[in-house]
């Protein structure tokens, strides 16, 4: 039974590449396909979307929370990393781990610059929650080069 089903693949198959790599007629039924396939993307996507924002405006209003994580965690660790980098004076000063979603921050850090990474870190997607462990450097005695990088010679 699989052999004639192999038969009969592989002529439709060498009928839809004469058909669309016909000399004359080939590259309007190609540009037709690839026209279809681009509306059928942008379609979907759209669909995804009004679906998407659909649940959450619903969960939202129901008080329901995703059992799920939007984020990975390691994802989600790797975008905070990135975001403190934007926001601290010196990132290499906290270490960060994400466990379901909870993100939790220690290190020690000035305290205005602790308190913007924490509100951005609250409204990045996939976060829960924050558990800031983060020791606030309130006298500036915190060391802006942990690793010694600016005391080293050539």
Known sequence: MARPLAIVAAVAAGAALMYYLDPRQGPRRRARVLQAGRTLSTDARGYVAT?????????????????EPLVDDLQLRAEVLAKAGTVLSNPM??????????????????ADEAERLVTRVAAMRGVVDIDSRLDLDTAGDADPDPFGYARQTA
């Open 51 to 67: 679906t998407r924002a659909g649940l959450q405006d619903f969960a939202t209003s129901t008080g329901l929370r995703a059992t």
């Open 93 to 110: 000063a906290i270490d960060v781990q994400v466990t379901d979603g909870v993100v939790c921050l220690r290190g020690t850090v000035p």
